[in-house]
Structures are given as C-alpha cells and as structure tokens.
C-alpha cells in the first residue's frame, strides 16, 4: 500500500507560480509513474502531468506545456509540480496518484491517490 500526501497549494494571483509536493510513504517496484490531476468545480477530474519515476521521462497535457515541470526526488520518493505562469482557469483540486504505466492520462491507470491540495489562482 503507498500513501500519497499533496502539500503546496495555495492562493496566487495570475501570472504567479506555486510548487506541489507529492510524498509517498513507501517505495514499491510496483510503481513507475506518479500522475498530477486536476479538479475544478463542476467539472469531471482531469489529467495535468505525470512522471516515470524510474527515469524522468516526462508527460503533459496541452494546456500547461511550458508553464508545469514535473520532477521527483528520488531519496525522499517526492515528485514535485512547479507550476508557473498560473491562469485563473488553472484553479482547481490538484490530486497526485501513482500507477504502474506510464504515460497514462486516464484517472482508472493509477491505483493510489492523495487527499488533494486546492489551488485558486485570481484574475
């Protein structure tokens, strides 16, 4: 079982950046991507990011290419999300999960979550 803990949400105001941290409690070899997604309200949960956790191999969804990075700290199994150049269509619930596939873009590829972080960006 790994459990996940999202950290670093906040309130910015547009164009500002904010970081999210995901925190594993565990390594497993079962595990080789850590996703971020994202929930606004009214609307379906939506796929951000994702990392391959065993070589850096990055992956992203059209709309934050060139303002996200992902990247993971492989000694202390944290996987980051800078994000920068934030919109105010970019506030939502960010969630990380962790899955065994990567890429994956479908929420259904990735078996642990987190508790989610709110990020609210102001116009």
């Known amino acids: 079982q790994v459990q996940l803990v999202e950290s670093g949400g906040g309130w910015v105001q547009t164009g500002g950046s904010l970081r999210l941290s995901c925190a594993a409690s565990a390594r497993t070899g079962t595990v080789y991507a850590v996703g971020w997604f994202r929930q606004a309200p009214g609307k379906e949960r939506e796929f951000v990011a994702a990392i391959n956790v065993w070589n850096s191999r990055t992956y992203y969804t059209d709309s934050v290419k060139g303002r996200f990075s992902v990247s993971r700290d492989n000694a202390k199994i944290t996987v980051f999300l800078q994000m920068n150049s934030l919109k105010p269509e970019d506030t939502a619930v960010y969630f990380c999960?962790?899955?065994?596939?990567?890429?994956?873009?479908?929420?259904?590829?990735?078996?642990?979550w987190g508790q989610g972080t709110q990020v609210t960006v102001s116009s």
């Open positions: 999960a962790a899955g065994s596939e990567f890429p994956r873009t479908g929420s259904q590829n990735y078996a642990y």
